[in-house]
């Protein structure tokens, strides 16, 4: 009984990821949104072009119906392997291609083998919640189909976590005295590089004062900001440039960049 409802399930779920998902969202939609809300962006479905003749899974195979390359060698192609051989046609956009504000992107089979590969998922997965709004139902179909991909569960916490509205530094702090939670990882204010741990001492670095636990996402962009060169330090990267200052200083300028990225209230 249980599998016939997890088919089902998925089934409902892989129904919002078709390229001609717009035929089932139902007419009155918008009785179902908060008042002034756009349609079209929480369904991205209804705005979504694509072109009729591109070649489609022959009807008798289970996939029957679906967008395909076109290619040889048949097999069960899988919901999430929808890739065709050219995204576009004299501009009109394939549903293979992935457009930033139409549609989520592709999910993939399995987990991505490069960093950069599952980074970039992570990212437009980030991009595209923030278009359609994290609680629209769009977001709750493509999350929960994430959910059921096991290999991907990691990156599906760090898509779930990415976009968590600042909170205050004590919260911050409390949670990185918990145990580990999945899609965080734990950031020192003031920078734990070897000449820090030299200057201030392992047991200040790692502090309950010093330590924070902000979402992974947010953390490798922070982690981004500190080595890259920047004007405002002139010319320096911030890791560099606080490098031999105060204890004070360098706590001042972690909790500047903490609130400017989104993170510290």
């Given amino acids: 009984m249980s599998s016939h409802h997890d088919a089902w399930l998925r089934h409902q779920q892989s129904r919002w990821l078709r390229p001609d998902a717009a035929r089932w969202v ?45 290619g040889a060698g048949g097999g069960n192609l899988g919901l999430f392997q929808i890739t065709p051989r050219d995204n576009t046609i004299e501009g009109v956009q394939l549903a293979g291609d992935w457009p930033p504000d139409d549609g989520p992107p592709p ?27 994290r609680l629209s139902p769009a977001a709750d179909i493509f999350l929960g189909a994430l959910d059921q991909a096991e290999e991907l569960k990691r990156l599906t916490d760090m898509i779930k976590t990415a976009d968590d509205p600042p909170a205050p530094l004590e919260e911050l702090q409390a949670r990185a005295r918990m145990p580990p939670e999945a ?3 734990d950031h020192h204010i003031v920078g734990q590089f070897a000449q820090n741990r030299l200057q201030f001492g392992s047991v200040r670095i790692d502090s309950a004062e010093n330590t924070v636990r902000i979402p992974v996402v947010k953390h490798l962009d922070i982690n981004g900001y500190y080595s890259r060169a920047n004007i405002d330090y002139g010319g320096l990267s911030p890791r560099d440039y606080l490098r031999g200052r105060s204890w ?11 609130r400017d990225k989104g993170v510290l209230q």
Avoid: C, H, S
Avoid at 46 to 58: E, S
Avoid at 249 to 256: D, I, V
């Fill in 26 to 70: 139902r007419p009155d939609a918008a009785r179902f949104l908060p008042p002034g809300v756009d349609v079209a962006k929480a369904f991205p479905a209804l705005a979504r072009k694509f072109n009729p003749n591109q070649t489609r899974v022959p009807a008798g195979n289970p996939d029957g119906g679906q967008w395909t390359d076109g």
């Fill in 107 to 133: 999910i993939p089979p399995k987990r991505p083998e490069t960093t950069e590969g599952r980074m970039k998922f992570v990212r437009q997965a980030v991009r595209w919640l923030r278009v359609v709004g």
């Fill in 248 to 258: 004070d200083e360098q706590m001042q300028e972690g909790l500047k960049i903490l």
């Fill in 183 to 185: 899609g965080y990882e």
